[in-house]
């Protein structure tokens, strides 16, 4: 499920770990001004359940693969969206570094996925959906279930931008690509609200006190920030279901633009198919991209050297030092 | 017999307390604590042992319910100051709680930073803090165990590591939920070596009778959130009625002694 | 070396090894296909570091072959997609990059310590908050897998039929939530045991070094 090193390019992990680190270090600062001592023990516990709970597999009959729990959501309704954000982040962390489970580079775009769009996107849909079906355990669990199938479906139309951004898009197809991680997805997605939805409605049923049922009414700015954040999620996955359909019949991608009037994008070859969405990114980069080839060689020389350089002078050290530590093991 | 000289380390008066949603607690709780007494707070799962050492701790007020009338009246104090939102952090100093389950209380992934948590957060200095967790895993007799996992640890070395985080705090008051539990014989032994030799008032809750008749000078039956005795481990354990209406047992050390 | 540089080294060898590791994986990403030959030098350098350490070949191996076909299905699925015609490049590119950065990891991993790692992460100046819910659940997944493992036999000892795939999921997400109300429980002891000893919020760290 992680996204592993090497499928997105320098560029997008760049962006996508700026975003992430962003979001999480205003968490972070969100979390140090609330004065509840409760939420490091109570974080860190539940980042340690969604790492052995990942463990668990929920066979599937007749396929040799096996789904297991993501959590984001899980997290979120527990604890709230940022520490639901911070505790999927320490999962990644903890996952990256210690099993090499998803890519370092890729971390950001990762901990984008999991954490910013599962956790805090999740929240925004479960909240608003409990909003409005009524502050009942039915409701709750209702919102769970459609908050995972859509930040599954979100997540996977992000990797697809995410993809399509990190490798010129003249050398593959790139709706039927979508499409097949569309359909492959949303199978992942029914398995993680289902398993969302036992999980919660379990723990309703044991200690209904944590989902605050008598919670008091939010604010209307709350509601609109929860709304517009759930729409976004939204319409990412509605996106990623259009899309394929449209993109599929070359007609309509020529009527969509037609209508639009961004013909001119098909012309550049870079025909995104976003097009129909009005994303001008294409545009500005398509100028840049031969030049951006070179740079990247340049630098890949430059930092392969650096590195290869300082990892041949250091390698005696750390070695020695390895040794020394499987001597104290021993 | 406490003596009226001595200021009491320990002062409860009419404590009252009610879980959210659950019966009553502890009902009227009533008692004082001198300098060097060893107390043994017995009786049998659920009297309110644990409920009330919280309270020692200054950990359970946040969740007292307005429901019931006389908390203005009700009051613990330590060491002459009251268990108050202003107090609380100097009340942590003074007393050392001890909890039941030692994976509760190591939640650091090395024994030293463990150890380092209290002195931390007391503000002390790199050194000093270095220094003390040196001391204290010595006063527990596990010296160079600085840099062990905690996970790595027998339950008995879990027990040890986390009074030795406790001792580093230089309490005055230890406070101890079932420390004997789960442990073998010789870990028992052992803590009770460490235990006896700590100086300053000690307040344990255990099933451990045994451990109560060795080691404290002063038993209080508590049961159903009520004190039910309060007094010497020999006059009070061996009052067979008593005990077998609380659900306990006179201690096989006592029967013996009675016997013969 | 002079006395000094050596005790720099000792000090940031950690921190070290995880931006050159990094810069390892960045120029795996930034190498265009067509310089495949330094791909392949890199995979051959990260093994000969793997190799310095003794990470067991039968090891490596293995996490390979769990890891190569899970990039395999992927990339392959490019070409897949249009027939087989077109993106065999990309393939291979993706296949290339996972590799370097793959091999890189498993490097990292097995030259540190989890601590080190950690200890590291302070280095580099990660947020506390961040740094102590990992020491945390670090700490307790070991733990709650250990209660995970003896609630798993006790429902096996339960259990006189083969579970259908629904009972088995159903199960599967009671274990986890009965883990979790379990673990909840557990985390407001932490939580009174940390304010025992003075705990108001603000994380504070042993300096290990100075000793």
């Known amino acids: ?330 | 017999m406490p003596s009226e000289s001595q200021e009491p380390v320990l002062n409860i008066r009419n404590l009252n307390f009610q879980y959210p949603g659950d019966i009553e607690a502890l009902r009227n709780i009533d008692f004082q604590v001198n300098p060097q007494e060893r107390v043994g707070i017995v009786g049998p799962s659920g009297a309110g042992k644990s409920t009330l050492l919280l309270h020692l701790n200054g950990l359970l007020p946040e969740k007292l319910s307005p429901s019931i009338p006389n908390t203005d009246t009700a009051s613990v104090s330590i060491m002459g100051k009251s268990v108050s939102e202003k107090n609380i952090y100097q009340i942590r100093q003074w007393v050392g709680l001890l909890f039941q389950d030692p994976d509760d209380q190591l939640f650091c992934p090395t024994v030293e930073e463990d150890i380092a948590f209290g002195p931390l957060n007391m503000k002390l200095s790199q050194e000093e803090v270095h220094k003390r967790i040196s001391e204290s895993l010595c006063s527990v007799g596990l010296e160079n165990y600085e840099k062990r996992k905690t996970m790595q640890l027998s339950m008995g070395e879990r027990k040890r590591v986390c009074l030795a985080g406790i001792l580093a705090c230089q309490p005055s008051i230890l406070v101890l939920d079932e420390p004997t539990s789960n442990l073998d014989p010789r870990a028992r032994r052992r803590l009770l070596g460490i235990l006896q030799n700590f100086e300053g008032c000690q307040i344990i809750a255990t099933h451990d009778l045994e451990f109560v008749v060795e080691h404290c000078n002063r038993v209080i039956l508590l049961d159903g959130g009520k004190i039910h005795a309060d007094g010497t481990p020999k006059t009070v354990l061996s009052d067979s009625v008593l005990m077998k209406e609380h659900g306990l047992e006179v201690p096989l050390s006592i029967q013996w002694k009675m016997r013969s | 070396m002079t006395e000094n540089k050596t005790l720099l080294i000792k000090h940031y060898a950690s921190e070290f090894k995880i931006i050159l590791v990094m810069f390892l994986i960045f120029t795996g990403l930034l190498l265009p296909v067509s310089f495949w030959p330094a791909h392949v030098c890199l995979i051959a350098f990260i093994f000969i570091g793997q190799s310095l350490i003794k990470i067991p070949l039968s090891y490596l191996f293995r996490r390979l072959l769990l890891f190569l076909p899970l990039i395999m299905i992927f990339s392959v699925s490019i070409p897949l997609t249009q027939g087989f015609q077109r993106g065999w490049d990309i393939t291979f590119l993706i296949l290339l990059r996972s590799t370097v950065a793959f091999m890189a990891m498993l490097w990292l991993i097995h030259s540190m310590t989890f601590d080190e790692i950690l200890s590291s992460f302070q280095k580099l100046r990660f947020p506390p908050l961040l740094l102590i819910i990992i020491s945390f659940m670090f700490r307790y997944c070991f733990i709650l897998w250990e209660e995970m493992e003896s609630m798993r036999t006790a429902r096996k000892t339960r259990t006189f039929h083969k579970p259908g795939m629904i009972e088995n999921w159903i199960q599967s997400a009671h274990l986890i939530g009965m883990l979790l109300i379990r673990s909840l429980k557990r985390s407001e002891r932490i939580h009174q045991a940390m304010c025992s000893r003075g705990w108001n919020g603000q994380i504070h760290f042993l300096d290990k070094t100075n000793k």
């Open chain 1, 1 to 330: 499920m992680h996204i592993a090193d090497g499928l997105l390019s320098s560029e997008v992990c760049i962006a996508t770990g700026v975003i992430s680190a962003g979001v999480v270090g205003y968490g972070i600062r969100k979390l140090n001004q609330s004065i509840a001592t409760k939420t490091v023990p109570l974080t860190g516990m539940v980042a340690a359940i969604i790492f052995a709970g990942q463990m668990i597999n929920f066979p599937l009959i007749g396929a040799p693969v096996s789904g297991h729990l993501l959590g984001g959501v899980l997290a979120a309704v527990i604890l709230g969206p940022w520490a639901g954000c911070l505790a999927l982040t320490a999962v990644l962390l903890v996952q990256c570094f210690l099993f090499s489970d998803g890519g370092f580079l890729s971390l950001g775009a990762n901990i984008l996925h999991m954490g910013v769009v599962g956790s805090i996107g999740g929240y925004a849909i479960y909240s608003t959906i409990r909003h409005f079906l009524g502050n009942t355990p039915k409701s709750i669990v209702i919102g769970s279930v459609i908050a995972s199938w859509l930040t599954v479906m979100a997540s996977a139309a992000l990797f697809c931008i995410e993809f399509s951004f990190s490798f010129q898009n003249t050398e593959y197809d790139f709706s039927r690509l979508f499409t097949l991680m569309i359909t492959f997805h949303s199978l992942i997605g029914i398995g993680e609200s289902i398993i969302t939805g036992l999980l919660v409605s379990y723990i309703l049923k044991q200690r209904p006190d944590l989902f605050e049922l008598d919670q008091t009414t939010v604010s209307s700015s709350q509601i609109f920030t929860r709304l517009s954040i759930s729409g976004l999620v939204f319409a990412l996955s509605i996106a990623a279901f259009l899309s394929p359909l449209a993109s599929g019949n070359p007609d309509g991608l020529e009527a969509a633009a037609e209508i639009t009037g961004i013909n001119h994008l098909e012309q550049t070859k870079e025909a995104f198919v976003f097009a129909e969405y009005s994303i001008p990114l294409p545009d500005f980069l398509s100028g840049k991209l031969e030049n951006w080839e070179w740079i990247s060689i340049s630098l890949a020389g430059i930092l392969g050297t650096v590195s290869v350089f300082c990892i041949s002078i250091f390698l005696g050290s750390l070695t020695g030092k390895q040794n020394e530590e499987c001597a104290e093991g021993i």
